[in-house]
């Protein structure tokens, strides 16, 4: 698998509100359509791989989400 990680500065998310974040119409945003990260989960679930978030140490959060390493393999 390889791991991929975003990491942002901002606000954080509250603990509430995390539970729900990969869920349709959730949105941090007054004017979010809450769709994007639901999009996101379904795509990287859909090629095997998960998405999630954490609190970031120094402030806002992380996302992480992994996908399977493609195959190397050449066809002759």
Known sequence: MIEVGITDT???ISS???MHLFEP???TKPDGMGLGLS???SIIEAHDGEI???PNPA???IFRF???QASMAVES
């Open 25 to 27: 119409f959730v949105s």
């Open 66 to 68: 992994t996908l399977p």
């Open 10 to 12: 901002g606000p954080g």
């Open 52 to 54: 999630w978030s954490v």
């Open 16 to 18: 509430e509100l995390a």
């Open 39 to 41: 999009i996101c989960r």
């Open 59 to 61: 402030g806002g959060t």
